[in-house]
């Protein structure tokens, strides 16, 4: 396509939100309009499942519950006055509890205000506060964030090291629908045992983000602990960033959560369009469809063009593959359906992996994230007339030039900064472009069964582990990994037996005594000190 085709293709497909001053620009993605004519019928289909699931539809027939995350910007759009109480008077006391936290109002027992805040969850419930602390924190926050987001002891104890003395003028949040996950629990249970090494009071420096009579609601009651806040059933957890999940974590630290909102309700607004070219979700959802040949045979490669947005790749990344990486379609069928998503951020990786990108393997496109404010304030020049920022911009569009002269796809999502209005407007922006994308391809975006069937494997490990150890237990002489399965009757399972005793056997545990070579399992014998 020579340069007058191209810049006039540029224009017909260019989408510009004049209130966000927000762009989308699919023109790199190279349909063409038979191609668009034909997903008609499916974006039709999709605009009216969309509308069904903000007006209250059952989404998730596993857990017989709605997806209401459209609702936490604009309470008006929930179906009942229930539901619209819940929604503003959970932001109400979320607004009240940080005001009063940052003030010294509500303060730790031994210090006088809170100075940091250990944010203990896993997935959803990390992913969204990471990334917006990153993005969005000012420089000097009234309290610094921390997150325990693994069930790693070493990262543990790194952070509570960090931490040191501060710990006592810590506040803990601990994020769990549940309040049975266990990568959350164990990371709470470290915590409170930190505290407690140290004679401070735990329920003086937490809070609960739970569902209604959770085992951490009752636990937090019953403790006394500072305040609990509801993780409604009708919020996933990757779409839970403008919930108490993410809210209560950004308004601690001084991030303006109305503005977030706003800026999300905005793009709610824009992505409602039932029209492909005025609804700038819809024209990623195309753009994925195009490029996968809807059944994400290409990778998305996201390339964000600024350091506070480095975790927006890793953001997207559980929203798009947990919501769209499924087995089954609706109607039963196996379709093996997902969308892989990758990425770092501009310019690092034009010196990591865009030589690949441009000359190797064609199995992705990219997605840039542009933003035009290079900063606050003026910048020196570094050559004349040259600023870091103009070498920035500048390595962006080359790098998207370079790309689609070797056939290589793109599309580019422009922001004018990086702004609680604009992040928000960028999370509500992809979480539309997921709801349409499943509905194009028949998947059902709120459910997630691979992430159950990974929780009940993990917990019949440990219960294989407390076989072992009774056994252990019961017998003196040292016995072989197929003695020692057969007599656990798990036979099927030595495999996970040897790894079980590699790990007891490298971490002291239990009195685990094992003679032979760990290189060559079948001369393993283990035992049990007494």
């Given at each position: 396509?020579?340069?007058?085709?191209?810049?006039?293709?540029?224009?017909?497909?260019?989408?510009?939100?004049?209130?966000?001053?927000?762009?989308?620009?699919?023109?790199?993605?190279?349909?063409?309009?038979?191609?668009?004519?034909?997903?008609?019928?499916?974006?039709?289909?999709?605009?009216?499942?969309?509308?069904?699931?903000?007006?209250?539809a059952?989404?998730?027939?596993?857990?017989?519950?709605?997806?209401?995350?459209?609702?936490?910007?604009?309470?008006?759009?929930?179906?009942?006055?229930?539901?619209?109480?819940?929604?503003?008077?959970?932001?109400?006391?979320?607004?009240?509890?940080?005001?009063?936290?940052?003030?010294?109002?509500?303060?730790?027992?031994?210090?006088?205000?809170?100075?940091?805040?250990?944010?203990?969850?896993?997935?959803?419930?990390?992913?969204?506060?990471?990334?917006?602390?990153?993005?969005?924190?000012?420089?000097?926050?009234?309290?610094?964030?921390?997150?325990?987001?693994?069930?790693?002891?070493?990262?543990?104890?790194r952070?509570?090291?960090?931490?040191?003395?501060?710990?006592?003028s810590?506040?803990?949040?601990?994020?769990?629908?549940?309040g049975?996950t266990?990568?959350?629990?164990?990371?709470?249970?470290?915590?409170?045992?930190?505290?407690?090494?140290?004679?401070?009071?735990?329920?003086?420096?937490?809070?609960?983000?739970?569902?209604?009579?959770?085992?951490?609601?009752?636990?937090?009651?019953?403790?006394?602990?500072?305040?609990?806040?509801?993780?409604?059933?009708?919020?996933?957890?990757?779409?839970?960033?403008?919930?108490?999940?993410?809210?209560?974590?950004?308004?601690?630290?001084?991030?303006?959560?109305?503005e977030?909102?706003?800026?999300?309700?905005?793009?709610?607004?824009?992505?409602?369009q039932?029209?492909?070219?005025?609804?700038?979700?819809?024209?990623?959802?195309?753009?994925?469809?195009?490029?996968?040949?809807?059944?994400?045979?290409?990778?998305?490669?996201?390339?964000?063009?600024?350091?506070?947005?480095?975790?927006?790749?890793?953001?997207?990344?559980?929203?798009?593959?947990?919501?769209?990486?499924?087995?089954?379609?609706?109607?039963?069928?196996?379709?093996?359906?997902?969308?892989?998503?990758?990425?770092?951020?501009?310019?690092?990786?034009?010196?990591?992996?865009?030589?690949?990108?441009?000359?190797?393997?064609?199995?992705?496109?990219?997605?840039?994230?542009?933003?035009?404010?290079?900063?606050?304030?003026?910048?020196?020049?570094?050559?004349?007339?040259?600023?870091?920022?103009?070498?920035?911009?500048?390595?962006?569009?080359?790098?998207?030039?370079?790309?689609?002269?070797?056939?290589?796809?793109?599309?580019?999502?422009?922001?004018?900064?990086?702004?609680?209005?604009?992040?928000?407007?960028?999370?509500?922006?992809?979480?539309?472009a997921?709801?349409?994308?499943?509905?194009?391809?028949n998947?059902?975006?709120?459910?997630?069964?691979?992430?159950?069937?990974?929780?009940?494997?993990?917990?019949?490990?440990?219960?294989?582990?407390?076989?072992?150890?009774?056994?252990?237990?019961?017998?003196?002489?040292?016995?072989?990994?197929?003695?020692?399965?057969?007599?656990?009757?798990?036979?099927?399972?030595?495999?996970?037996?040897y790894?079980?005793?590699?790990?007891?056997?490298?971490?002291?545990?239990?009195?685990?005594?094992?003679?032979?070579?760990?290189?060559?399992?079948?001369?393993?014998?283990?035992?049990?000190s007494?």
């Amino acid at each position: 396509m020579d340069a007058a085709a191209l810049w006039k293709r540029y224009q017909d497909w260019l989408y510009y939100h004049h209130q966000l001053q927000f762009y989308v620009d699919i023109s790199r993605i190279p349909f063409d309009e038979s191609f668009v004519e034909s997903l008609h019928p499916k974006f039709d289909r999709a605009f009216r499942d969309m509308e069904a699931l903000e007006g209250g539809a059952i989404a998730n027939p596993d857990e017989n519950r709605m997806v209401g995350h459209y609702w936490l910007r604009d309470p008006e759009l929930a179906p009942d006055n229930e539901l619209k109480q819940e929604v503003t008077q959970t932001l109400d006391k979320i607004k009240n509890f940080a005001s009063e936290v940052r003030s010294g109002k509500i303060r730790p027992p031994q210090a006088d205000r809170f100075t940091d805040i250990i944010s203990i969850g896993i997935g959803g419930s990390a992913l969204g506060p990471q990334f917006v602390a990153q993005a969005l924190a000012p420089e000097n926050p009234p309290l610094n964030i921390h997150f325990i987001d693994n069930t790693d002891p070493a990262g543990i104890d790194r952070l509570l090291h960090q931490l040191g003395d501060r710990l006592a003028s810590s506040l803990a949040i601990v994020i769990s629908k549940s309040g049975g996950t266990p990568e959350t629990r164990n990371g709470m249970v470290e915590v409170q045992q930190a505290f407690a090494a140290k004679n401070l009071d735990f329920p003086k420096h937490a809070i609960a983000v739970t569902g209604y009579g959770s085992k951490l609601e009752q636990q937090a009651t019953a403790e006394g602990w500072l305040a609990t806040f509801p993780m409604h059933d009708w919020i996933g957890g990757r779409t839970s960033e403008m919930s108490a999940v993410g809210l209560l974590p950004a308004a601690l630290q001084g991030i303006d959560i109305q503005e977030m909102l706003l800026g999300a309700k905005h793009m709610d607004e824009a992505t409602r369009q039932p029209n492909l070219k005025n609804n700038p979700a819809a024209l990623l959802a195309m753009a994925w469809y195009f490029e996968g040949n809807g059944r994400g045979e290409k990778d998305m490669v996201v390339l964000p063009y600024k350091d506070s947005l480095l975790l927006f790749s890793r953001y997207l990344q559980q929203l798009i593959m947990e919501s769209l990486g499924k087995e089954k379609d609706l109607d039963g069928n196996t379709v093996h359906q997902g969308i892989a998503v990758y990425g770092n951020k501009g310019t690092t990786d034009q010196h990591a992996y865009v030589q690949q990108l441009r000359e190797g393997v064609p199995n992705f496109f990219v997605t840039f994230i542009e933003v035009l404010q290079d900063r606050k304030g003026e910048s020196p020049e570094v050559e004349p007339q040259v600023t870091s920022g103009d070498y920035l911009s500048g390595l962006m569009q080359g790098t998207r030039k370079a790309l689609y002269e070797n056939q290589r796809h793109s599309l580019t999502v422009t922001i004018p900064g990086v702004t609680p209005r604009t992040v928000g407007a960028l999370i509500a922006l992809y979480e539309r472009a997921v709801g349409l994308y499943a509905s194009l391809v028949n998947v059902n975006a709120y459910h997630q069964p691979g992430v159950e069937a990974g929780k009940k494997a993990a917990a019949a490990v440990l219960k294989l582990q407390q076989q072992l150890l009774q056994v252990l237990q019961q017998e003196k002489a040292p016995l072989s990994l197929s003695e020692l399965a057969d007599k656990m009757d798990a036979r099927d399972d030595i495999e996970s037996i040897y790894m079980i005793v590699r790990h007891l056997h490298a971490n002291q545990r239990f009195g685990i005594l094992v003679e032979g070579d760990f290189g060559k399992p079948d001369t393993l014998k283990v035992s049990m000190s007494s």
